[in-house]
């Protein structure tokens, strides 16, 4: 482990203890909220960080998230740099197409799925700083959680009890399961099927109340812990996505 994942075991540590259904999608929540924040603050007057934004640009998703924060001159700063990068280039790929409309393709090139003629332009417009700093951060902070499992019995043991993970933090996990030691990877892939298995029937059982609820019969039955469940569901078959916004200090 490099010194850099020891530094994060408070924060996956923190998010474990707030016991929600995947402590890494809370933790990743909060990440990215930093970066939006970031992206908006000194990201914005940087050369450096503006060097990359021009580079990478922001999908749909974070542009949204970018313009929900209301600061709508650094959101366009933003994007004024990125468009008079990407200018030049579209137009060198545009150039490129029109000179080659002519031409007859060879038969190789007509079996490349790569030489479709928009694929160049879909190069400039399908990557994201923040999506890529944040999948840097998930990496990290997911093998931040397996270094805790081998080397804190407590972490292990608080991990064995809680809500596991989400599906795709599941599969993030199991790619890099490897770098555990065998006794701890062996170790780790059987609780990891008992937590994933468990919880999901846990799921199971409070979504299906959920859905009894809305029976005439069963309105003044008592709703347990299955008020909030198809939020919880959803996130745990997909990620985060619904309900409160996880480790969020600002709500408290």
Known sequence: MRMEQRLDTYA??????????????????????????????????SPQDRQRVNAAGFCAEHHRQLYAKNNR????????????????????????????????????????????PGDALMALSNTCLIC???????????????YLWQRDPAFKARLIASRWVCLPDAARLLDLAPQLSGEARGKFLTCLRQGLMDNLARLEEELDWFTRKFDYRNQDAPWGQSRDALERTAGKLGGWC?????LNEDAQ
Do not use: N
Request: hydrophobic share 40%; with cysteine; charged share 30%.
């Open 73 to 116: 001159l650094g959101h366009a700063l933003l994007a004024l740099s990125r468009l008079q990068t990407i200018r030049p280039q579209l137009e060198k790929a545009l150039d490129r197409l029109e000179a080659d409309a002519g031409k007859r393709p060879s038969r190789l090139k007509r079996q490349k799925a790569a030489d479709q």
């Open 12 to 45: 996956v540590w923190e998010a474990l203890k707030a016991g929600s259904e995947c402590p890494l999608c809370a933790l990743r929540r909060k990440t990215e909220r930093q970066l939006i924040e970031r992206c908006l603050g000194g990201a914005v007057m």
């Open 132 to 146: 890529q700093d944040l999948e840097a951060h998930s990496v990290r902070q997911a093998q931040t959680l397996l």
């Open 242 to 246: 619904l309900g409160p916004e996880p």
